[in-house]
Nanobody, 115 residues
Framework: QVQLVESGGGLVQAGGSLRLSCVAS????????MVWFRQAPGKQRELVAS???????NYADSVKGRFTISRDNAKNTVYLQMNSLKPEDTAVYYC?????????WGQGTQVTVSS
């Protein structure tokens, strides 16, 4: 049974930093591309960053230069380091992994950035 558990969200002032973590179980983590999505109130869920099994990364234009995705295969964990946070980064952040039958999702962690 796949389980993705996010943590690290919270309330931070604009310009601050947070590091999100996502611990995975029940999947072949080391061979999976892991993805962070986010969903703000009233908006569609959007891809924030992804990292392949080989460590190649991809970012949404809105977070390039501010966010960094990384992974620790020994810990089955993917991270999202978020710096220079802006109020428009406020959202629920989800980690996800693409399985044969579709996406596996975590429960999400709330990030709120105050101005």
């Amino acid at each position: 049974q796949v389980q993705l558990v996010e943590s690290g969200g919270g309330l931070v002032q604009a310009g601050g930093s947070l590091r999100l973590s996502c611990v995975a179980s029940g999947i072949a983590f080391s061979i999976k591309t892991m993805v962070w999505f986010r969903q703000a109130p009233g908006k569609q869920r959007e891809l924030v960053a992804s990292i392949t099994s080989g460590g190649s990364t991809n970012y949404a234009d809105s977070v390039k230069g501010r966010f960094t995705i990384s992974r620790d295969n020994a810990k089955n964990t993917v991270y999202l380091q978020m710096n220079s946070l802006k109020p428009e980064d406020t959202a629920v952040y989800y980690c996800a992994a693409l399985q044969l039958l579709g996406w596996a999702w975590g429960q999400g962690t709330q990030v709120t950035v105050s101005s």
